[in-house]
């Protein structure tokens, strides 16, 4: 899921529930500001024109800045051995913080993993999480009292170019999903939880939930990519989900054989396709584009996620994996207006104008020709395969 803010779109198969403001419940931790870390980081970028010229960009980076004294954990990158959160705490590393409460177990190839999928992530989509072009002047941490019944418990936290990631423990049971964007990535994972996370949790749900015995780290590499992408340009759902849907199928399956951890994975997800509006042909490909399911979301409200995964999977066929970056290129010259999300009439066509600059006049009429032939998008109801 993309976090827009006011995303209200929810994924198949997740808990569905509100988030609620409630009264603080957790003590604000005494602190003391001995563990302050600031540093200034410089980026310089050497951009070659021809072999003989070249010239430099110098800009300020932002600061990493926090005074609260939580305690900085490592893991050991073994995977059977584990550290278990009794209270926040953190761990930095190369493009990201784990922002982290009690209730959490994590496995020590945890943060290993994490960034085996940021490097292929970046290798695939040719972009960099850290990208030295975006907009950092809002690089505090992202206020999500939200999780924390009221308490902010990262209230002065800067990470600079580094992304917050949220590990998050659902005790109350309120429904929480994984979500992510250029600011910040939330994981909520069953897998994670401790067993003091799942036993504080489980009695508050309406759902009969099983534990499951592994981390669905094909979340993990979703709302991940996200945050990449976000961090370069907004894009409609169709292609902002779209991209997402297809990275959490595929970077589990380039990363299966070089970690266990993956292998679970890929050997235990459903896969499956949401329900659709209507069969997509040439005729219609490109209203579809952009419309991108904002008003209608089809039978289980995800169109836009099995729309654009395909639409991702025909691009890559067609243009290799360069074909994001190339997309990009078109639609960052182009200003839109700071909408959460939400585009205008003008800037949903643009959308799809700039898919006929980078691609061919075609590009639509081509897609609905290829989605017919390989019988993809056709079925309203969605293709949902009795698991093995
Ligand atoms: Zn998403």
């Known amino acids: 899921m993309k976090n827009t803010k006011t995303a209200t779109t929810l994924m198949a198969l997740t808990v569905v529930g509100s988030l609620i403001f409630s009264s603080c419940t957790k003590a604000e931790p005494t602190y ?18 021809t072999e003989e010229t070249t010239y430099e960009t110098t800009k300020e980076m932002p600061h990493i800045f926090f005074s609260t004294n939580y305690e900085e954990i490592t893991l050991d990158g073994n995977p059977d051995s584990h550290f278990v959160t009794t209270d926040y705490c953190y761990l930095e590393s190369e493009k ?45 941490i992202i206020d999500n009292s939200i999780y924390y019944g009221g308490f902010n418990p990262w209230f002065d936290w800067k990470l600079g170019t580094k992304l917050p990631i949220f ?16 600011e910040m990535a939330c994981i909520v994972d069953y897998g994670l939880y401790s067993d003091d996370g799942w036993n504080a949790a489980i009695p508050n749900s309406p759902y009969d939930i ?30 902002t989900e779209g991209i997402a849907s297809y990275m959490e199928r595929h970077i589990i399956d380039v990363l299966a054989d070089q970690s266990p951890a993956f292998a679970t994975v890929r050997d235990n997800r459903y896969l499956y396709d949401y329900g659709i509006v209507e069969a997509v042909n040439a005729d219609n490909s490109e209203r579809l584009f952009i419309e991108s399911y904002e008003e209608d979301g089809g039978p ?4 836009e996620y099995v729309h654009g995964r395909y ?7 067609q243009y ?16 839109f207006e700071n ?14 104008e700039a898919m006929k600059n980078a691609f061919g006049e075609d590009i639509f009429t081509r897609f609905g020709d290829w989605c017919v032939e390989n019988n993809v998008l056709q079925d309203v109801d969605g293709i949902f395969p009795m698991p093995e």
């Open 210 to 239: 099983e534990r499951p015995g592994y981390i669905d780290y094909s979340t993990i590499a979703h709302e991940l990519t996200h945050s990449i992408t976000d961090r370069c340009h907004d894009m409609n759902s169709i292609m």
């Open 96 to 140: 990201y913080f784990l922002l982290m409460e009690a209730g959490l177990d994590l496995p020590g190839d945890f943060a290993l993993n994490v960034d085996m999928i940021i490097d292929e992530l970046e290798k695939e989509l040719g972009m960099e999480l850290m990208n030295p072009d975006y907009d950092y002047s809002l690089a505090g």
């Open 32 to 49: 003391t500001p001995t563990e302050t870390v600031e540093e200034t980081t410089t980026a310089t970028t050497t951009v070659e024109e």
């Open 320 to 335: 290799g994996e360069g074909f994001l970056v190339k997309y990009m290129n078109e639609i960052k010259t182009f200003t």
């Open 311 to 317: 639409f991702c999977q025909f691009l890559l066929e």
């Open 300 to 303: 289980q409200g995800c169109a």
């Open 167 to 182: 590990l998050m423990v659902d005790t109350d049971f309120e429904g929480w999903v994984s979500c992510g964007d250029g």
């Open 339 to 352: 909408n959460y999300g939400f585009f205008t009439a003008e800037e949903k066509a643009y959308f799809a």
